[in-house]
Nanobody, 122 residues
Framework: VLLLESGGGLVQAGDSLRLSCAAS????????MGWFRQAPGKEREKVAA????????YYARAVKGRFTISKDNANTTLYLQMNRLKPEDTAVYYC????????????????WGQGTQVTVSS
């Protein structure tokens, strides 16, 4: 499964961005999906995740209430709506897919995109 992220950019604190992740050649079903990020000098962290059947979503404490993970009806595009962005949200954001539980750590994810840079200025 090839994953391709888009939508990153440079914004000011308080702005919004929507990241997209498209699957090449197939739908995500029945893969569960996640968004991860990695800032310079920091470990990769899971930001949000969603089960393949859309029944459950999970968010890191740092983004809960500001970020929303979703998928389109065709199950071919994953989104991360990011509102009220903060400078500490600056990172490369990756989408990833897993045949297992989306609550698993990043090492358990099977497929990864190449990442998209999000920079939030103060």
């Amino acid at each position: 499964v090839l994953l391709l992220e888009s939508g990153g950019g440079l914004v000011q604190a308080g702005d919004s961005l929507r990241l997209s992740c498209a699957a090449s050649g197939r739908s995500f079903n029945p893969l569960s999906m996640g968004w991860f990020r990695q800032a310079p000098g920091k470990e990769r962290e899971k930001v949000a995740a969603i089960t393949w059947n859309l029944r459950n979503t999970y968010y890191a404490r740092a983004v809960k209430g500001r970020f929303t993970i979703s998928k389109d009806n065709a199950n071919t595009t994953l989104y991360l709506q990011m509102n009220r962005l903060k400078p500490e949200d600056t990172a490369v954001y990756y989408c990833a897919a897993t045949w297992g539980s989306p609550t698993e750590p990043g090492q358990a994810y099977d497929y990864w995109g190449q990442g998209t840079q999000v920079t939030v200025s103060s």
